[in-house]
Structures are given as C-alpha cells and as structure tokens.
T-cell receptor, first 115, second 117 residues
C-alpha cells in the first residue's frame, strides 16, 4: 500500500467554522489530489497539486482552498464550513516517473459532518 | 469534458460465478488511461486494474480482466470465480494522458456488487 495517511479520520463541526484536513505521504510523489465522495456522484476532484506551492482547481473547488508547503503534506481548508460540504474526503497521490505516473493511489478517507 | 457512465447501480451473483461490470465513457482524446477501483465497506479505494488506451491487449490481473473496446468507448470489468471478498462498490475512472500525471480522475457513479454465498 502507498504510504498515505489522512487526519483526522472523522470530524464533526458546525456551520461557519473553519476546518483543515491533512494529507501526508511518505512516497515522495510529486502529485497530490483532493476528492470528495457523495452518494450518487462517485468521486469528484476538488483541487490538485503538481509540486510544492503549485496547485490548481478541480471540478468542485468552490468553498475550498489548498496549500502545499512541502512535498509530503497537502492541506485542504474549508474557510467557513457549510452543510453541503458534509462528505467523505479522499486524498490521492501519483508518481512522477515510470509506468505508474498516471496511476493514483488513495488515502483512507476523512468523514466530515457539518451540522 | 470527459464523462464516465456505469449503467448498473447494483448487481448480485453467486459465489464462484463470473460477473461483468459495464462502463462506457465519452472523450475526444486519443491518449488516455482507464481504471477500475474497488471500494469495500472499509471505504478504502483500491486499484483493481489499469488500461492504457494505446494498448490493444486487454489488461488482466489474476481473476480480474477487462474488455477494452476503444472505438465503442467501452471498458468492462470481468471478475472470474467471484469470492465473498469481492463484495464492494466498483468505480470506473478515466484519466487523460498528460505526460506528467497532473490531471484528476473522472469517475463513474459506481456499481454495487454483492457476492452471495
């Protein structure tokens, strides 16, 4: 299994509060991604990073920001959480060389509930 | 934009049977990758198999194989000798070839596969 951890694994918060989710990898992979999973939607890309301090928006980026100050950590921040952001959040990584460059490996997920 | 469609929300088969999950996709790209991921009740997303669009040979991984029909934009997953541990959500996913990996996956909505004892 790829060395990917996510923290926290579960979180309950209230509407309007800021929330930060952390993804940590030990694989030294260049690319990192944040997805959300909702019933009936599969997984959808929120943001991704192609290097330290290099990030870009995905399909459902509104209400989210990200930061990557070092290779191993990719943070997802909800500046002011809303109930529509209740979801399961997955981090993924992919390498920068070889045949598996375009293959993404996923972390265990974080279940976030916004009340 | 790419779309991925999984037309079977749920399937149920007996243990040891063979089952095929369907996936179709829409793209104007010529170079891309297709994947099947498995998500058991533990919620972990597990890569099952991968196919490069430029390869005509269908990918296989032990009991898992695909039928890749590029012209028809079809990418089905066949599971042979199904086992109870195969019970899971299965997601089909598409990724453009980017030369460096910096593109997200586009997922279908999933097929819930139940293996009955």
């Amino acid at each position: 299994d790829a060395g990917i951890t996510q923290s926290p694994r579960h979180k309950v918060t209230e509407t309007g509060t800021p929330v930060t989710l952390r993804c940590h990898q030990t694989e030294n992979h260049r690319y990192m991604y944040w997805y959300r999973q909702d019933p009936g939607h599969g997984l959808r890309l929120i943001h991704y990073s192609y290097g330290v301090k290099d990030t870009d928006k995905g399909e459902v980026s509104d209400g989210y920001s990200v930061s990557r100050s070092k290779t191993e950590d990719f943070l997802l921040t909800l500046e002011s959480a809303t109930s529509s952001q209740t979801s399961v959040y997955f981090c993924a990584i992919s390498g920068s060389g070889g045949t598996n460059t375009d293959t993404q490996y996923f972390g265990p997920g974080t279940r976030l509930t916004v009340l | 934009a790419q779309t991925v469609t999984q037309s079977q929300p749920e399937m149920s088969v007996q243990e040891a049977e063979t089952v095929t999950l369907s996936c179709t996709y829409d793209t104007s790209e010529n170079n891309y990758y297709l994947f099947w991921y498995k998500q058991p009740p533990s919620r972990q997303m597990i890569l099952v198999i991968r196919q490069e669009a430029y390869k005509q040979q269908n990918a296989t991984e032990n009991r898992f194989s695909v039928n890749f029909q590029k012209a028809a934009k079809s990418f089905s997953l066949k599971i042979s000798d199904s086992q109870l541990g195969d019970t899971a959500m299965y997601f089909c996913a598409f990724k453009m070839y980017s030369g460096g990996g910096a593109d997200g996956l586009t997922f279908g909505k999933g097929t819930h596969l139940i293996i009955q004892p």
